[in-house]
C-alpha cells in the first residue's frame, strides 16, 4: 500500500517516542536499550523532515554518551564499592562521618563499573526517545493542537523544545561561516569564537517572537462573567486534588477503595469539564489543522504497545528485564521484547512520508517559523 505524503500528526510522534522511553524506563538489559536506541534512529532515518529541527537527532545521541561518561565517572569517583572483581587498584580516601562518609577514589570494581553503564545507558536511552520526537515531530504544528486552556503552557513547551533544533542549527551555520573563512572549527578558541554569535542569534529570535506574538494578540482573553470563572477555577483545583487523593489511594495498600480508582476518575473528569470551560475564554484561528487517521493510529499503537509489554514484563518479573552486575552475568535477549520493538519500528513503514519538493513550500515555511502559527483575538 502506497501512502500519499504528508506531515504526520505530530502528537502521533510524542506518543510513539514517550512509548519507548516508558519501555526503556523498565528495563536495565543492555542489550534492549541498545534495541531501543536502534529502533529510534531507524524511524527517524526514514522519516525526518529536511528541516532545522529534524537534524537535531544526533545532538541528543551525543548528549547521551556524555550522560554514560558521567554517570560512570561520577560511580568512580564517589560511588560505594560493590561488588569483589577488582579491575584496577587506585588510591583512595573516605571523608569523616560528618561528612556523610563518602568514598573518593579507591579500587576500580567491575561491578560498580556495570552497574553505572545500566544506569546511564538507561537514561540516555530515554534522552534520545525525546530527542527522536523533537526530530519527528514539528514543534508549531504540536502547538496547533494544544487545547485553549493550555495554549500559555503549550508556547512555554514549544518554545523550550525548539530550543535545542535552533541551537544545533546555529552551530552548523556558524562552523560552516568558519570553514570558509579558513578558521578552526574545532577546539576551545572556536568554541569561545561561536559562542557571541549564537547567543546574538538567540536573542534576536527572542525579540522576534515577541513581536510576533504581541501582534497575534498572545495572551488576551474573551469577556468571561466573574462567577464562570470562579466555578472553573473550583472545578480545575478540586479535580487535581482529588486525583492525587486517588493516585494515593491506589499505591497504598491500606487505604480504602473508594479512595483509589474513584476518586481517580472523578478527578480526572473533573479536571476536563474545568479545562474545556476555560477554554471558552479564547478565541482561535486555525489553518490548516492536522487530520488524525489511520497512519496516526497505527504510530501511537506502535509505541503504546511497545510500552505496555514492556511494563507487564517487569511487572510480572519476566526473565531478561533486569542484568545482573553483581555477579555479572551476560544479558538475555526476551522474545517478546524483541517483537514488541519489531511493532515499535513500524511507524518507518506505516508513517505517510515527509512531503518534499513544491508541495511542502507552504507547510516547510509555516514550521521554519519560530512564531506561534494561530491568532488569537479577543471576543
Not at 536499550?33 to 541528543?60: C, K, M
Not at 576551545?188 to 494578540?217: F, K, N, W
Not at 505496555?308 to 511487572?315: K, L, N, Q
Request: hydrophobic fraction near 50%.
Amino acid at each position: 500500500m502506497r501512502l500519499d505524503a504528508r506531515w504526520l500528526h505530530p502528537g502521533a510522534w510524542w506518543v510513539w517516542a514517550l512509548g519507548l522511553a516508558a519501555a526503556a524506563s523498565r528495563t536495565t538489559n543492555p542489550l534492549l536499550l541498545l534495541l531501543i536506541i536502534g529502533v529510534a534512529a531507524i524511524v527517524v532515518q526514514a522519516r525526518r523532515p529536511d528541516e532545522p529541527w529534524g537534524r537535531s537527532f544526533t545532538f541528543f545521541v551525543k548528549l547521551g554518551i556524555v550522560v554514560i561518561v558521567v554517570r560512570i565517572a561520577v560511580q568512580l569517583l564517589f560511588g560505594a564499592a560493590v561488588g569483589t572483581t577488582t579491575l584496577v587498584e587506585l588510591p583512595g580516601a573516605t571523608l569523616p562521618t560528618w561528612l556523610a562518609g563518602v568514598r573518593l577514589g579507591g579500587d576500580v570494581m567491575l561491578e560498580s563499573l556495570l552497574m553505572a553503564l545500566y544506569d546511564g545507558l538507561r537514561l540516555a536511552t530515554i534522552l534520545i526517545c525525546i530527542g527522536a520526537a523533537n526530530s519527528l515531530a514539528s514543534p508549531t504544528r504540536l502547538l496547533k493542537s494544544v487545547p485553549a486552556a493550555l495554549y500559555e503552557l503549550g508556547v512555554s513547551v514549544v518554545v523550550a523544545l525548539t530550543f535545542t533544533p535552533q541551537l544545533v542549527a546555529d552551530v552548523d551555520r556558524l562552523r560552516t561561516a568558519r570553514r570558509l573563512r579558513g578558521r578552526r572549527t574545532t577546539g576551545m578558541r572556536a568554541i569561545a569564537g561561536s559562542a557571541i554569535p549564537v547567543l546574538e542569534g538567540a536573542l534576536e529570535r527572542s525579540v522576534t517572537l515577541a513581536a510576533a506574538m504581541d501582534s497575534r494578540g498572545y495572551g488576551r482573553r474573551g469577556d468571561i462573567p466573574r462567577r464562570d470563572r470562579h466555578v472553573t477555577s473550583a472545578l480545575l483545583l478540586g479535580g487535581l486534588v482529588t486525583a492525587c487523593i486517588g493516585v494515593f489511594g491506589l499505591v497504598s495498600a491500606d487505604s480504602p477503595v473508594v479512595l483509589g480508582l474513584p476518586m481517580l476518575v472523578l478527578g480526572t473528569v473533573a479536571t476536563v469539564i474545568a479545562l474545556a470551560r476555560a477554554g471558552r475564554s479564547r478565541v482561535r484561528t486555525r489553518y490548516r489543522p492536522d487530520p488524525w487517521s489511520a497512519p496516526e493510529w497505527w504510530v501511537s499503537l506502535a509505541g503504546a504497545s511497545t510500552a505496555v509489554a514492556f511494563s507487564v514484563a517487569a511487572w510480572l518479573g519476566a526473565a531478561g528485564m533486569t542484568t545482573s552486575f553483581d555477579p555479572p552475568a551476560w544479558p538475555e535477549l526476551p522474545w517478546f521484547a524483541v517483537i514488541a520493538l519489531l511493532i515499535a519500528a513500524t511507524p518507518a513503514v506505516t508513517a505517510p512520508p515527509v512531503p518534499s519538493g513544491d508541495s511542502s513550500s507552504g507547510s516547510a515555511l509555516a514550521d521554519r517559523g519560530t512564531a506561534p502559527v494561530q491568532m488569537e483575538v479577543s471576543a
